[in-house]
């Protein structure tokens, strides 16, 4: 391989394998190092940078809309650094989950959607879209070019935020589109819509996706405190 690709690589995955500040490798979902199969426990959220605050709608004049960021594989928190020495809003959500490296189990942070971040920022002009293309390991602002970016919309940026400041046991799920859609009535996750998953006596799973990324995370929650909407 050419030095210069090597590099290249090397700089992608120290973005997001090392950004713990130490030297461990983070696996991908179900893996280890070496190819070994692992469950994925069920862990919180944390994020790596804060955005603008919960309640905020970017269909008001003047206030950012949210922007969906394809990165290269493992370059996520490569690109979140960047954007935000840059001066843009970058928000990456994580995710807590368990893998073992060497025997050795332990608890290691991931992207909650991985290959993407997610920018909030004013409506895109064309000197944006330019700076934000000039970002290493980044692949493409979703939408077909500046002037067409598509916009997520800020409920599911804002069921995601609260996931993350409720700390609540949060998973990867595959995604869902359709199903019975549903809104938290109390508790931290209160006004959050998802897809209910299953039910169970006491519990259920509800998905939250979005749609533009094709991705879903999963929350316990309980079936007394949800309705259909």
Known sequence: MPYGAWM???GCYGGWLLDRRDDRVTPSYGSTEGGEALAVS????????ATRPLGDQSAVAGL?????????SHCEQLVCDQLQAKGFDPFLPRLSVWSRRGGVRRVISVPMFPGYLFLS??????ASYVELSKTRGLTKVLGDGWDRAAVVPDRDIEGIQKVVKAQVPVSPHPYLRSGQRVRILAGPLADV???LVRMKPTKGVVALSVDLVQQSIAVEVDCTLVTPV
């Open 193 to 195: 819509e998802g897809i």
């Open 121 to 126: 920022h004013p409506s895109m002009d064309k």
């Open 8 to 10: 290249y690589i090397r």
């Open 64 to 72: 950012p809309h949210w922007y969906a960021i394809w990165t290269n």
């Open 42 to 49: 069920t862990m919180t959220a944390e994020v790596a940078y």
